[in-house]
């Protein structure tokens, strides 16, 4: 749907890309009418101009996936976004022994635009431009905890609260009642809510023009609570860097 402001055939461009993007797999142009809510005609009238201009390509199939277009604007969308910040990210990985996100958000969602791995061999690793649901991820929550609770509202009604393990927040009252103690002691903690048997620590990141956080993960084994209270005003020092390098960046 076209929000007030929008140019009508970008928003429904994007909205195709966006598809592709979140299938992740050779689709259908009735599929992609189906999912988007567009007539057939207007799918293959944007189709055929996204694969002219290299952004989508068809398959032997019939069938559409992201063209190198895409490829090349995500490369430098992520080395923009990441500018500057993954020496700190690498640093506090080195200090705290883990391994070391920024998030920031991106429409109902949080999307991953830095990560420095820790050096240890059972670590936890996250793709730079993953995409995760805010209710159930220390960055996500973070996210939210800067948020109007009229905005997280519609957050949630929009992305909804699908449980990623059986420790994950399903109801809003809930998810309200966790912000509102984020905001109160500073921090989040993802325990074991995105995925069974991983903690994490997340803190906000200061003067982010977009709502950021920066977090630290790892095995429950060794990110424990005595863990997090050491690297809390760690990961704060390195938010406030990294809040830093983004101004100066948007400078």
């Known amino acids: 749907m076209t929000r007030p402001g ?47 201009r290299g952004y989508a390509r068809q398959l032997p199939s019939r069938r559409y996936t992201l063209g190198p277009r895409a490829v090349r604007i995500g490369e430098v969308a992520g080395r923009q976004l990441g500018a500057g910040t993954r020496p700190h990210l690498e640093r506090l990985a080195r200090e705290l022994g883990e391994s070391a996100n920024l998030a920031m ?58 449980p990623a393990t059986p420790s994950s927040l399903t109801t809003l009252d809930d998810l309200l009642a966790e912000l509102a103690l984020i905001r109160s002691r500073g921090y989040a903690i993802d325990d074991g809510e995105q995925e069974l048997g991983v903690r994490c620590f997340a803190v906000a990141v200061p003067g982010s023009p977009t709502p950021a956080a920066l977090s630290i993960s790892g095995p429950e084994t060794r990110v424990t609570a005595d863990f997090g209270e050491n690297a809390v005003p760690i990961l704060r020092d390195a938010a406030a860097a990294v809040g830093e390098q983004m101004l100066g960046s948007a400078g």
């Open 6 to 52: 929008e140019v009508q055939s970008v928003a429904r461009a994007i909205d195709v890309l966006e598809l592709l993007a979140d299938l992740g797999r050779p689709t259908a142009l009735s599929e992609i009418s189906e999912e988007t809510g567009l007539p057939l005609p207007t799918i293959h009238r944007l189709i055929r101009t996204l694969v002219a």
């Open 105 to 162: 958000l991106d429409g109902d969602m949080a999307v991953y635009v830095a990560q420095a791995s820790s050096t240890q061999s059972m670590r936890m690793f996250t793709e730079v431009g993953r995409r995760v649901h805010c209710h159930c991820t220390g960055v996500g929550k973070t996210i939210l905890a800067q948020l109007p609770s009229e905005q997280v509202r519609a957050i949630i009604g929009s992305a909804g609260m699908p």
